[in-house]
């Protein structure tokens, strides 16, 4: 996919943050957006699931995980205190927006409608400059979508390493400075 603006996100409630999230305020890091749907079976077995194991295993990385509830069938069963109860029981930390309803009558919330979503799962990738890199419709494959976050990782302003600790040069990997010099 080549690199475009990613749109900005149309939410009317959040979830597990403190202010409403924008591409604005999250420029600098990649952001792993994870469009579902809390009836979604695919969304519950794999699709969450994912997403909390992003969350947690880059954490301390300039990366950050979002939620989108992006509703576009089974509307009544779906309301703001279901979601609620819904983030709670399967320990959703990570931040979660609500899709904005379509306008006039459109059943596609406005985000899945500006993305052109076909559905739920869905995971978007967009790097430190505010670019959609990615869109995978679907369960997306594990270590795809590791190699895919360490790319733009290694392209975002300072670096990320596996430790966890963001340097703003890359050492030489194969130097000891535990020797002297020879």
């Not at 954490?59 to 992006?70: C, D, I, N, R, S």
């Not at 979660?96 to 979503?117: H, I």
């Amino acid at each position: 996919m080549k690199p475009r603006p990613a749109h900005e996100w149309q939410t009317t409630t959040w979830f597990n943050t403190p202010e409403p999230l924008d591409l604005e305020r999250l420029r600098g890091q990649v952001v792993v957006l994870h469009a579902f749907q809390m009836l979604c079976p695919g969304c519950v077995a794999h699709g969450i699931p994912q997403a909390q194991r992003v969350a947690e295993i880059f954490k301390g990385a300039p990366l950050t995980v979002v939620g989108l509830h992006t509703v576009f069938e089974h509307h009544e069963a779906m309301g703001l205190e279901s979601l609620r109860a819904f983030l709670h029981e399967y320990r959703v930390r990570f931040p979660v927006g609500v899709d904005a309803p379509g306008q006039d009558g459109d059943p596609m919330p406005r985000t899945m409608r500006a993305y052109a979503m076909q559905g739920t799962p869905t995971t978007l990738l967009i790097d430190a400059q505010g670019r959609l890199r990615r869109q995978v419709f679907g369960v997306h494959d594990d270590l795809l979508l590791g190699a895919e976050i360490g790319t733009l990782l290694a392209e975002a302003p300072g670096r990320f390493d596996a430790t966890g600790t963001t340097t703003a040069s890359v050492s030489d990997p194969c130097a000891d400075s535990s020797r002297g010099a020879v």
